[in-house]
């Protein structure tokens, strides 16, 4: 079974910068996507970005392109996500998402595979 931790979110203010972390662990294969959604309260949950493990692809939303980066250790087990430039709209709860096989979705129901979440608040 895959279990995702995140952790890194906190309060920061407005332009501020964080790194987020997942852990993974349990994997069977290293034909895999990592991937980061969040969810703003009142709003449903959305795509952020996504990494393919093999090759080091990765596929951003709009929102976050130039400001944020996905990147992976593969020694750790790791993926990490840094964002910089932060503005309070991207006030939520980021998710850790995974699942096996080669395509970058950004659709939430693609992944099996679930953190619990970490807060990122900004403040203005």
């Known amino acids: 079974q895959v279990q995702l931790v995140e952790s890194g979110g906190g309060l920061v203010q407005a332009g501020g910068s964080l790194r987020l972390s997942c852990a993974a662990s349990?994997?069977?294969?290293?034909?895999?996507?990592m991937a980061w959604f969040r969810q703003a309260p009142g709003k449903e949950r959305e795509f952020v970005a996504a990494?393919?493990?093999?090759?080091?692809?990765?596929n951003y939303a709009d929102s976050v392109k130039g400001r944020f980066t996905i990147s992976r250790d593969n020694a750790k087990d790791t993926v990490y996500m840094q964002v910089n430039s932060l503005k309070p709209d991207d006030t939520a709860v980021y998710y850790c998402?995974?699942?096996?096989?080669?395509?970058?979705?950004?659709?939430?129901?693609?992944?099996?595979?679930w953190g619990q979440g970490t807060q990122v608040t900004v403040s203005s």
């Open positions: 349990g994997r069977t294969s290293s034909n895999y996507i």
């Open positions: 990494l393919k493990w093999t090759s080091g692809s990765t």
């Open positions: 998402a995974a699942r096996f096989g080669n395509i970058l979705f950004s659709l939430e129901k693609k992944y099996d595979y």
